[in-house]
């Protein structure tokens, strides 16, 4: 069995499973209504203004497939500084690392509850091959 490193769990779909069905390719990534009202729900009882605070994705290196997502609540003007890409829907904002944009454009961010845990997904497109955990992928 393979050392996934100290990967945060968070659901990396396969290539068979869809959250979403889109006709067009996407430019940047997409939100879903559901991620949109978790992101404002945790920013909100964080005590943080949704005008100054996003979901921050970036891509690290790390796990048995080579790469892994780290998600967290973050200020956003040092990113915007930084040169990160910010992306909104219904006053919730997301912003992906510059250097992790390449990794996740075309992807879909969505918030998913089941029995076995809750927490967002990110549907990418553009992700090759997943370790036997779920926790890291390869593109």
Same mark, same amino acid.
């Given at each position: 069995m393979s050392d996934c490193g100290d990967v945060k769990k968070v659901f990396v779909k396969s290539a068979t499973e869809t959250a979403v069905v889109v006709d067009?390719?996407?430019?940047?990534i997409l939100i879903s209504d559901k991620a949109a009202e978790k992101i404002k729900?945790?920013?909100t009882n964080e005590g943080k203004?949704?005008?100054?605070?996003?979901?921050?994705?970036?891509? @690290? =290196?790390?796990?048995?497939?080579?790469?892994?997502?780290?998600?967290?609540?973050d200020e956003i003007a040092p990113c915007i500084a930084n040169g990160d890409k910010v992306f909104e829907l219904n006053g919730a904002q997301v912003v992906i690392e510059k250097t992790s944009y390449f990794y996740v454009t075309g992807s879909i961010l969505d918030y998913t509850e089941a029995l076995t845990g809750s927490g967002f997904?990110?549907?990418?497109?553009?992700? @090759? =091959?997943?370790?036997s955990c779920g926790s890291s992928f390869g593109v």
């Amino acid at each position: 069995m393979s050392d996934c490193g100290d990967v945060k769990k968070v659901f990396v779909k396969s290539a068979t499973e869809t959250a979403v069905v889109v006709d067009t390719p996407i430019k940047g990534i997409l939100i879903s209504d559901k991620a949109a009202e978790k992101i404002k729900l945790f920013l909100t009882n964080e005590g943080k203004a949704l005008a100054d605070f996003a979901l921050k994705v970036a891509v @690290k =290196k790390d796990g048995c497939s080579g790469l892994s997502y780290d998600m967290s609540l973050d200020e956003i003007a040092p990113c915007i500084a930084n040169g990160d890409k910010v992306f909104e829907l219904n006053g919730a904002q997301v912003v992906i690392e510059k250097t992790s944009y390449f990794y996740v454009t075309g992807s879909i961010l969505d918030y998913t509850e089941a029995l076995t845990g809750s927490g967002f997904t990110l549907n990418n497109p553009n992700i @090759k =091959k997943t370790c036997s955990c779920g926790s890291s992928f390869g593109v």
